[in-house]
């Protein structure tokens, strides 16, 4: 089992990624789910929406977890979390059939840039 952690405190945003074991390594991230439905990618907002979290994690344990501001839009925030994340969601996911549509999610809709 390989996790890995990433933050950006001036984003407001950390991150796990793990190619198995999410669930025992995630730690408070896990706080705002009462389950993850495996194999789909989960939202919750903590804190009135102030912060939104992004869960998947596929039946194998392999996934992330990212909480970040809900507010942040800079490219400049958005773009080294986006690049890192894929990054290893590249190696963790490695033979998912589901990572050519998870990657479109992260790309268009969870982490935008132009």
């Known amino acids: 089992m390989t996790c890995w952690r ?5 984003c407001k945003a950390r991150w796990i990624v793990c190619d198995s074991g999410l669930e025992d390594e995630a730690g408070d991230l896990l706080d705002a789910y009462s389950e993850i439905a495996v194999n789909n990618v989960n939202v919750r907002t903590i804190n009135e929406g102030e912060l939104v979290r992004y869960a998947y994690i596929n039946d194998k344990g392999a996934g ?5 501001d809900s507010s942040i839009f800079d490219p400049d925030c958005l773009g080294p979390i ?3 994340l894929i990054d290893k ?8 059939p589901r990572w050519q549509l998870l990657y479109h ?3 268009r809709q969870m982490l935008p840039t132009p």
């Open 6 to 10: 990433g933050e950006r405190r001036d």
């Open 105 to 107: 999610i992260i790309e």
């Open 64 to 68: 992330f977890i990212l909480e970040i």
């Open 82 to 84: 986006k690049s890192d």
């Open 89 to 96: 969601l590249t190696q963790a996911l490695y033979g998912d």
